[in-house]
């Protein structure tokens, strides 16, 4: 069906009016909250997902930003407002890169602030005339979110400034961040006007919004949704310090593509993730994703390009044509470096000028010949940080001026005052080389607009007195620190903060061959040409409707609150466990075969006691007592540790070292269900495995009678697992001609005999069961590895062969969401654990209604078996529990 906001408010403008069975609440055309809302805030924690296809056939995409690519001037009579597109907004140029048949929505605020009275008109002229959706802001709140939040904490963390002291960057304000917060649920009340969710496209931009997409996902589970982010990601030392990490990481994680300009943002945000809250990536045919709930979220890197078409066109201008004209009669004898950069802290100004002065003084050659021309485009922030920026650049171009200043030369043109664009455009025309020393930035685009106007135009080359069959040239000096330096690759590339080696960077570009610059110019247009904002976009929404496509094909809910929200997205097939349902089945079954998993199943792999507990003990003896039942517990683990852990567990069967050795019962022999001839590969093995060992801190061996295992799961995440990676290619390559297997687990490298696998014991266990006389009619197999995979494998196939009953009840288990060949899962062990006692209760409830003897667990008062137990303390010796249906 479609979306009744969609129709409140786009449909409307239209003037078509679709009739509705009932009418539901209406959304209000202007949402303005002036107060702050907690991030704890648990409203609209439901799903609310389409339930019938759509009617809207044309794909659209609502491109969401904090500001809107809209200009607005007040009208010269006072009443009312003109407006008109922004060409400079990159929200608006990448439009070209849709294409005709995506219909494009924008939402965001306004430059400029508005009166309450005018928001309505103001919201429906930008509707029908612009398909923009405005969102307005309290002034209060924006400065809270805007100059507060996002300038004085992310935009400094996310360009690795710590907020060491009040000066640098401030300190953490859990005022300012409920601020951001606030405004990011506005945004996202602003897009559930607008929004059909099974049909429309949403892509998010950059740090202001990033914890709108956990608004979004609670809204709409299966919403399609891509964020990019334009500013530089840190490391995970620096991304860190935030007291709200976790939750920006998690905002983020709920949107279906997460896009980077290169990938050092990438990998940083990666590795956030992985030190953090757990996660790993993998990268298959080219794409990079994580595993999130069951979701896969995807990474793009892709650096972000020019409107080529726009900049193309401003070079004919008149106006252009007529300032260059002037600047070459201006400057004319005289050398142009440039340099175009904001004023604030991390463009690096003041070094740039520095390096400036240094190349005066050890090449004086090249004085009252060469001119430094900086264009200092106004702060976008505000702060002592920014007036110090400029007086230090103010004063440093001062310095440097009186110092080699001659009459009619000066070494350093300083323009701080805005410019028109056909202004910037002429200087890029008449300048030898490009500037750009930022100390960190996202990307940088001034020196693809730079490469672009140097290709210049037929007028401007009669201008410039350019013969046209010479081929053009460009020359770039670039931070390392841009995002745009990976991509120009003919550039001379300079570490800002060496003054010095900027200033022969400098001496290298001016005194460099002609043909040289030409090669370098050709290479870098090609590139710029063909990687243009199109380019960029047409890519994005590529990626992401291949990240969207299966949504229809997962079942999805929601759980958490506030922004630990979250979807599980699940294969129809793929559900978690009822405790009733195989309470149940286990009731009315008399055969049953169950296969338990220990470490990461019965006991957690974080707990550094592995031995079992009494509560485990029992409700394992209550499962073995029940004659129905053959219980198999198989472990990596030693025999010898088995064997004392489970010594109580006398009609416990034990598989030991994953199904090498295996005991059918307390008093019985060891015996061995592989045969192997020798172990002579260990003497190969243990050394290497001793080099990694010793290399790698934090990880260990263990030695076993069948195998030799590697761990890591101490070791620091990323070093152990690229470690991990290495071992496992030496071992394969030294063992190749050995009759062993060299698998990689969850943080562990095993080498152990072929043949060995928990699928035999599966395979021992069904065949047990049915030399009873009794084909099983009830199995449950649990597990949480990759080595438990083999026992799913054997348990569903044995569903259509002759092991099992035509009416078997099967359950094959893992531990959490994840890709498996089981078909049901559960959270984590206390949820096994509980299940397990929901069994063990069953089996005493009844032998008791049987008239049988058996023991009676202590566990049976604490288990729950159908719906909830509620019970209660009244002294402590006493407990009394009810149990409700």
Known sequence: MVSRSYSNLLDLASGEFPAFGRTGKKLPRVMTVAGIISDLDEENTNSMTSDGPSSVTQDRMIIVGNQLPIRAHRRPDGKGWNFSWDEDSLLLQLKDGLGEDVEVVYIGCLREEIDPAEQDDVSQTLLETFRCVPTFLAPDLFSKFYHGFCKQHLWPLFHYMLPLSPDLGGRFDRILWQAYVSVNKIFADKIMEVINPDDDFVWVHDYHLMVLPTFLRKRFNRVKLGFFLHSPFPSSEIYRTLPVRDELLRALLNADLIGFHTFDYARHFLSCCGRMLGLAYESKRGYIGLEYYGRTVSIKILPVGIHTGQLQSVLQLPETEARVSELRDQLKDRIVLLGVDDMDIFKGISLKLLAMEQLLVQHPEWREKVVLVQIANPARGRGKDVQDVQSETHTTAQRINERFGRPGYKPVILIDHPLQFYERIAYYVIAECCLVTAVRDGMNLIPY???????????????????????????????????????????????????????????????????????????????????????????????????????????????????????????????????????????????????????????????????????????????????????????????????????????LVIAAEHGYFLREKSDAEWETCVSVADFDWKQMAEPIMQLYTEATDGSSIETRESALVWHYQYADPDFGSCQAKELLDHLESVLTNEPVSVKSGQHIVEVKPQGVSKGVVAERLLSTVR??????????????????????????????????????????????????????????????????????????????????????SPNVLKTPTYGFIRWMKLDNIFRHFFFVC
Request: one cysteine or more; aromatic letters at 8%.
């Open 449 to 651: 607009e730079y490469v672009i106007c140097r290709q210049g135009t037929e007028r401007l080359d009669e201008i410039l007195q350019l013969s046209p069959s010479v081929p053009k040239k460009s020359m770039l000096v670039v931070s390392e620190f841009i995002g745009c330096s990976p991509s120009l690759s003919g550039a001379i590339r300079v570490n800002p903060w060496n003054i010095d080696s900027v200033a022969e960077a400098m001496d290298t570009a001016l005194v460099i061959q002609e043909s040289e610059k030409q090669l370098r110019h050709e290479k870098h247009y090609k590139y710029v040409i063909t990687h243009d904002v199109g380019y960029w976009a047409n890519s994005f929404l590529q990626d992401l409707q291949r990240a969207c496509r299966d949504h229809t094909m997962r079942r999805c809910w929601g759980i958490g609150f506030g922004l630990g929200f979250r979807v599980i997205a699940l294969d129809y097939t793929f559900r978690k466990l009822s405790v009733d349902h195989i309470v149940s089945a286990y009731r009315r079954t008399k055969s049953r075969a169950i296969l338990l998993d220990y470490d990461g199943t019965i006991m957690p792999q974080t707990s550094i006691n592995k031995t079992p507990t009494p509560e485990a003990i029992s409700t394992l003896k209550s499962l073995c007592n029940d004659p129905k039942n053959v219980v198999f517990l198989v472990s990596g683990r030693d025999k010898i540790t088995l064997s004392e852990w489970f010594s109580s567990c006398d009609k």
């Open 771 to 856: 030399q009873k006389g009794v084909l099983p009619d009830f199995v449950l197999c649990i597990g949480d590895d990759r080595s438990d995979e083999d026992m799913f494998e054997v348990i569903m196939s044995a569903m259509a062969g002759p092991n099992l009953s035509p009416v078997a009840e099967v359950f094959a288990c893992t531990v959490g969401q994840k890709p498996s060949k089981a078909k049901y899962f559960l959270e984590d062990t206390t949820e096994i654990v509980r299940m397990l006692q929901g069994l063990a209760t069953a089996s005493d409830q009844m032998a008791h209604e049987d008239g049988l003897t058996s023991t009676f």
